[in-house]
């Protein structure tokens, strides 16, 4: 049983920043770990991934050019770094866990076996 916890979320002005971290129970190797956001009265989207094995990262086309996936092996956690922030951002962001995805544009098309517990990210003047 993999654990995630995320972290980083809150309140920020459209154009800023925030860094979502999210810890990971088991090597960050062994998946591909990655990010879905939920809006009220929306689909849930996938967002974000980064598989273990390659490093090989999805970005979804909503978030390209803005947001940034990165890891720190040693510490089994995986970061978004989140630039430019837009009012349409806001969501609940989940931190998931799963097997290697290929190819990993495919992410968004998945149901990862494992979910965090979300973090709440608004953007809001």
């Known amino acids: 049983q993999v654990q995630l916890v995320e972290s980083g979320g809150g309140l920020v002005q459209p154009g800023g920043s925030l860094r979502l971290s999210c810890s990971v129970s088991?090597?960050?190797?062994?998946?591909?770990v990655g990010w879905f956001r939920q809006a009220p009265g929306k689909e849930r989207e996938g967002v974000s991934c980064i598989n273990g094995n390659d490093g090989s990262t999805y970005y979804a086309d909503s978030v390209k050019g803005r947001f940034t996936i990165s890891r720190d092996n040693a510490k089994n956690t995986v970061y978004l770094q989140m630039t430019s922030l837009k009012p349409e951002d806001t969501a609940v962001y989940y931190c998931t866990a799963d097997s290697f995805i290929r190819p990993v544009r495919d992410y968004a098309l998945r149901y990862p076996n494992y979910w965090g517990q979300g973090t709440q990210v608004t953007v809001s003047s």
């Open positions: 088991g090597s960050i190797l062994n998946y591909a």
